[in-house]
């Protein structure tokens, strides 16, 4: 009877569908962030968010969805221009300046989400699901709001997909039709930010960055051209967001956001293994 569950409950189908659009956003936007190599930067950007929403609930002391999410994009921004800075201004390269940022600001989000425990009359009942992230424990509301939230990532990705892969592969040439790259880097970064958001509720901070970097580099084993990239990439996060969902509906107490990410390792390492442009046993066969 469970399986039906799915089908029966609207909280549930809420969860299916979420978790799918969020996998399909992921993986879209993930594909440009991997050809940025600027993967690890999202992953900082996640860790960042959870001092934000600790952040957020000292502040006003309420359990508030959309407040949590406003603290978790102005630190994650935060995080990013951090990095930025360090780089810019220090002799420090980008991947130690990452692990700097991502280091302190984790380390912060535990440290307040502690205090909160032990201070605030022990209400931060919420708070540590945003760690591991807990999709069963979501409500229409929240459901709505990733869904919403992934089809516009979706969107503006496809209406900005000349102008992102302009941008990424050839900057120089880009400014010389009269892009504003800047602009167009700030918005891929906008909706890199979007993704680690709305993702956090039902993947958690230490999760989410698996969605933007595992689907796209499974893509990557099976062709060589960005946009046909973005869409595998994608159609994996959907899948993996359909048949985590169902595992963990299934199973007794397992946890949404991990069983989606041990689905999109699954993918990996089978575009790894038969890939049709850089898999292993093409290599075998093309050595023998």
């Known amino acids: 009877m469970e399986i039906f569950e799915l089908f029966t409950k609207a909280n549930a189908q809420w969860v299916l569908f979420g978790s799918i659009l969020l996998g399909f956003a992921s993986g879209v936007i993930g594909s440009f962030v991997l050809l940025k190599k600027q993967s690890l930067i999202s992953d900082a950007m996640a860790h960042a968010t959870l001092p934000g929403v600790c952040l957020v609930y000292m502040i006003f002391q309420v359990k508030s969805i959309p407040l949590f999410l406003i603290g978790a994009t102005i630190t994650g921004l935060l995080a990013t221009y951090s990095i930025q800075f360090i780089v810019k201004h220090s002799r420090i390269k980008t991947d130690a300046a990452i692990g700097i940022t991502l280091s302190v600001f984790f380390a912060l989000g535990i440290v307040l989400l502690t205090f909160i425990s032990k201070n605030l009359s022990g209400n931060q009942s919420g708070l540590d699901d945003f760690i591991f992230g807990q999709a069963a424990a979501l409500v229409s509301s929240d459901l709505q709001m990733i869904a919403v939230g992934s089809l516009v990532i979706i969107i503006l990705s496809t209406l900005f997909f000349k102008e992102f892969k302009i941008s990424i592969f050839d900057p120089l040439y880009a400014k010389g039709l009269g892009l504003p790259v800047t602009f167009f880097n700030a918005v891929l970064l906008a909706l890199v930010v979007g993704?680690?958001?709305?993702?956090?509720?039902?993947?958690?901070?230490?999760?989410?960055?698996?969605?933007?970097?595992?689907?796209?580099?499974?893509?990557?084993?099976?062709?060589?051209?960005?946009?046909?990239?973005?869409?595998?990439?994608?159609?994996?996060?959907?899948?993996?967001?359909?048949?985590?969902?169902?595992?963990?509906?299934?199973?007794e107490g397992l946890p949404t956001g991990p069983v989606i990410v041990l689905c999109a390792s699954v993918i990996f390492l089978l575009s790894l293994i038969f890939g049709s442009k850089k898999g292993l046993v093409k290599k075998v066969v093309a050595t023998v």
């Open 195 to 251: 993704v680690v958001v709305i993702g956090i509720q039902m993947v958690g901070v230490v999760l989410i960055a698996a969605l933007l970097i595992t689907p796209p580099l499974a893509a990557r084993y099976w062709t060589e051209q960005l946009g046909l990239m973005a869409m595998l990439s994608g159609i994996f996060g959907a899948i993996s967001g359909l048949i985590g969902t169902f595992i963990s509906t299934l199973g």
